[in-house]
């Protein structure tokens, strides 16, 4: 049987199954980020707040009750309790690598790319909008939620004027992190500018003297060692000096170029490659690796395929390579 034909269409999830599963993702991330994180093996259950405030974080509680929606073991970290159905139960797998980081960890980093049949993942003028469907932009903001941070390259401001907000679904803002090593782009960026979430631009360290063009709610961040020996950027160096900020769990949201250099430097520890069924022809490329001579040289990473609505969603575990392909019999 063909797996495509048998994965599940994640975008499918009843709306009652997601508004009761997608609290519990945002209240792991927030124990994560201001405390509470489990430290028994057991059930867990949101606590109801009855004076909610914007202030006061959503919080998990251990909790003896039967109907306890989550369960937590060092081991196995975070699982869906109950009675749930194969969508549902998808949708938390498909996130639970990132509910399942501890806070202290180390640095863990997810990258995502919207491409087409053939590879690419804009127009040759940059035009982006859309690559992928609906379904797949709300899977981006789901991930812009459960993040720290989100890191675009300076061709993804430009090209796109993006706002990196989590607007579509429930859940906070991430850090909006720019990687802009000869501050070269225009501080009329919404990001710079728009005061939705805070901003950090990376830049070389002697690229941040003098005045930044926008004060905004950015922050010009002189990273030592951006750029190595020959010039080209340094994906470890970035992911060093957001850890030293206290993020630590990492979005990269594209471009190609951006992306391919974090895998390149084995800096992604995922990877969400959604591919839609459109054909765009000599545009920005998406992934790009080095060549290889023969196949048993190619990264063959484990991976599994789910359907965001029309686009097919690549869930891309690149810690754990795939079992060698054989002949068949
Ligand atoms: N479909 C998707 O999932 C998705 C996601 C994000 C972006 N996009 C699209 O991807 C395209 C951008 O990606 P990309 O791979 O070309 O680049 P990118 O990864 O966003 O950014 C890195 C590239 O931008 C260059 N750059 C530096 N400063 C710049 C400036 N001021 N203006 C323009 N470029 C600058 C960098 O040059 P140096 O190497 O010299 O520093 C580097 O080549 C856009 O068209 C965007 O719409 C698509």
Redesign the pocket.
């Known amino acids: 049987m063909n797996p495509l034909a048998a994965a599940l269409d994640l975008s499918r999830i009843h709306p009652s199954d997601e508004a009761a599963v997608w609290p519990l993702c945002l209240a792991i991330v927030q124990c994560r980020r201001s405390g509470g994180w489990p430290t028994a093996p057991g059930r867990y259950a949101l606590v109801t707040d009855p004076a909610p405030a914007a202030s006061r974080p959503a919080a998990l509680l251990s909790s003896a009750a039967p109907d306890a929606p989550l369960a937590w073991s060092a081991q196995d970290g975070w699982s869906l309790c109950g009675e749930h159905d194969a969508c549902t139960l998808e949708f938390f797998a498909l996130y639970k690598p990132l509910l399942d980081r501890p806070p202290g960890s180390a640095p863990w980093v997810i990258a ?4 087409s049949l053939d590879g690419f ?2 127009t040759h003028r ?3 909008c859309f ?2 469907g609906p379904q797949s932009l709300v899977h981006l903001h789901r991930l812009r939620a459960l993040c720290d941070a989100v890191i ?9 004027d993006p706002r990196l907000t989590t607007r579509h679904v429930e859940g906070a803002h991430p850090v909006r992190v720019v ?4 501050q ?3 501080g009329a960026a919404r990001v710079f500018s728009d005061g939705e979430a805070p901003t950090l631009r990376l830049c070389r360290v002697d690229a941040t003297a003098g005045d930044v063009a926008s004060p905004g709610n950015e922050e010009v961040l002189g990273v030592p060692g951006l750029l190595d020996a020959n010039g ?2 340094d994906a470890r160096a970035v992911v060093a000096a957001l850890q030293a900020r206290g993020l630590s769990l990492l979005f990269v ?7 391919s250099r974090f895998l390149a430097q084995s800096c992604l520890d995922r990877l969400h490659l ?1 591919v839609a069924p459109v054909l765009i022809g000599a545009g ?3 992934l790009q690796v080095a060549a290889a001579d023969t196949m048993d040289e190619c990264l063959r990473p484990h991976a599994r395929a789910l359907r965001l609505g029309d686009d097919v969603l690549w869930d891309i575990d690149l810690r754990h390579p795939a079992p060698p392909l054989t002949a068949p019999r």
């Open positions: 995502q790319l919207g491409q993942v804009a940059g035009h982006s690559v992928t675009v390259g300076a061709g993804t401001v430009a090209a796109d990687l802009d090593p000869h070269g782009l225009d080209a950027l949201e594209g471009g190609g170029i951006t992306v959604t920005r490329r998406g």
